[in-house]
T-cell receptor
Framework: GESVGLHLPTLSVQEGDNSIINCAYSNSASDYFIWYKQESGKGPQFIIDIRSNMDKRQGQRVTVLLNKTVKHLSLQIAATQPGDSAVYFC????????????FGAGTRLFVKA | EAQVTQNPRYLITVTGKKLTVTCSQNMNHEYMSWYRQDPGLGLRQIYYSMNVEVTDKGDVPEGYKVSRKEKRNFPLILESPSPNQTSLYFCASSYGPRDEQYFGPGTRLTVT
């Protein structure tokens, strides 16, 4: 079935480098996208979101890019820090009469000191 | 403090014994959801609610029930739990479906 997916299950980066986490989605009815961070033993926490009428949105050290043509979403983390080590999930809100939220399987980010 | 609470945090039960996991939020959010998280599968939405008395199925609703009688509460009911419902469950809430969701701390359920 259709789902939000991932290009890489794990990503290892050096402290101070930039990280890019990718996500693919397949349903054009999705109009809202969000990235969450989940640390061990905790619930997911909001990082940044983007609506389908935008291509790019920036936060503090994070940027989300949305390419609707190829149905691709990415999260960029600048100057990655050890505290960024976690699992990152992309999610989409799919407007198909109701408003389902579909999560990707997640990418584990390791930051090497 | 704005938060989503879930109870219990840990539960071990036996097949067929009805159970309820409670969820409560104090942020006056309209949209609430239940998810289960299994290794390698991410979070999958079980049910969601747009507002009081309005609930709808997510992607994996089989074997679960929910109710939304009050805005703040969204209990998850397993009428006859089975071992394949062993999982980590999260409740979440947001102002609307296109807003960031606030997650509870999770409930780890084991069904033997």
């Amino acid at each position: 079935g259709e789902s939000v997916g991932l290009h890489l299950p794990t990503l290892s980066v050096q402290e101070g480098d930039n990280s890019i986490i990718n996500c693919a989605y397949s349903n054009s009815a999705s109009d809202y996208f969000i990235w969450y961070k989940q640390e061990s033993g905790k619930g997911p926490q909001f990082i940044i979101d983007i609506r389908s009428n935008m291509d790019k949105r920036q936060g503090q050290r994070v940027t989300v890019l949305l390419n609707k043509t190829v149905k691709h979403l990415s999260l960029q983390i600048a100057a990655t820090q050890p505290g960024d080590s976690a699992v990152y999930f992309c999610a989409e809100t799919r407007n198909t009469g109701g408003f389902k939220t579909i999560f990707g399987a997640g990418t584990r980010l390791f930051v090497k000191a | 403090e704005a938060q989503v609470t879930q109870n219990p945090r840990y539960l071990i039960t036996v097949t067929g014994k009805k159970l309820t996991v409670t969820c409560s939020q104090n942020m006056n959010h309209e949209y609430m959801s239940w998810y289960r998280q299994d290794p390698g599968l991410g979070l999958r939405q079980i049910y969601y609610s747009m507002n009081v008395e309005v609930t709808d199925k997510g992607d994996v609703p089989e074997g679960y029930k929910v109710s939304r009688k009050e805005k703040r509460n969204f209990p998850l009911i397993l009428e006859s739990p089975s071992p394949n419902q062993t999982s980590l469950y999260f409740c979440a809430s947001s102002y609307g479906p296109r807003d960031e969701q606030y997650f509870g701390p999770g409930t780890r359920l084991t069904v033997t």
